[in-house]
């Protein structure tokens, strides 16, 4: 029972195009979602996050839009930079301070 | 600076035997985490602790263990290694109990069980 999912297993974008990232989730009681980045051989980093109330989150290059009906996020990244290839997580919270994580999607963003 | 370390990297053991992956923090957060990557599965929670003497189990807790004798260190025990425990894992940290806490994330345990 896979409560949060990412069904791209890869994303393949060229350098200074736009990423589309997608997660969906299940449970209505999550109220948090957040995104990680991960390069090989090193730990899941923090990049972005959203709560409930918010439909739209920036940070620089980085936006995630919630559509809380739809049970949808998505990570907008603009423009794409190589340095961008990794694998994203997205993960979601109910108020505990667990979290759910989806499969990770393996982004290459090509010079 | 602060950060979170996990020992060894990689390990190689045998099935059946008693492994301990060492988890140490010095962010003096309140809560760790230990967590596995599986391919298809994403990250998923093993056992968390909230604090010293706290420990709870997560989704997939079933031959592990877990104990916190002070604030720096989440110890991970896999008590009869079997080769569906070969996997990568991973520690983290946070500084509250609240869902909106980011977590810290050490750079993994990659263990093989033959």
């Known amino acids: 029972d896979q409560q949060v999912k990412q069904n791209s297993p890869s994303l393949s974008v060229q350098e200074g195009r736009i990423s589309i990232l997608n997660c969906d989730y299940t449970n209505s009681m999550f109220d948090y979602f957040l995104w990680y980045k991960k390069y090989p051989a090193e730990g899941p980093t923090f990049l972005i996050s959203?709560?409930?109330?918010?439909d739209k989150n920036e940070d620089g290059r980085f936006t995630v839009f919630l559509n809380k009906s739809a049970k949808h996020l998505s990570l907008h990244i603009v423009p794409s930079q190589p340095g961008d290839s990794a694998v994203y997580f997205c993960a979601a919270s109910a108020m505990t301070g667990k979290l759910i994580f989806g499969q990770g999607t393996t982004l290459q963003v090509k010079p | 600076d602060a950060e979170i370390t996990q020992s060894p990297r990689h390990k190689i053991t045998e099935t059946g035997r008693q492994v301990t992956l060492a988890c140490h923090q010095t962010w003096n957060h309140n809560n760790m985490f230990w967590y596995r990557q599986d391919l298809g599965h994403g990250l998923r929670l093993i056992h968390y602790s909230y604090g010293v003497q706290d420990t709870n189990k997560g989704e997939v807790s079933d031959g592990y263990s877990v104990s916190r004798s002070n604030t720096e260190d989440l110890p991970l025990t896999l008590e009869s290694a079997a080769s569906s425990q070969t996997s990568v894992y991973f520690c983290?940290?946070?500084?509250?109990?609240?869902?909106?806490?980011?977590?810290?994330f050490g750079p993994g345990t990659r263990l093989t069980v033959l």
């Open positions: 983290a940290s946070s500084r509250g109990q609240g869902g909106t806490d980011t977590q810290y």
């Open positions: 959203i709560s409930s109330i918010k």
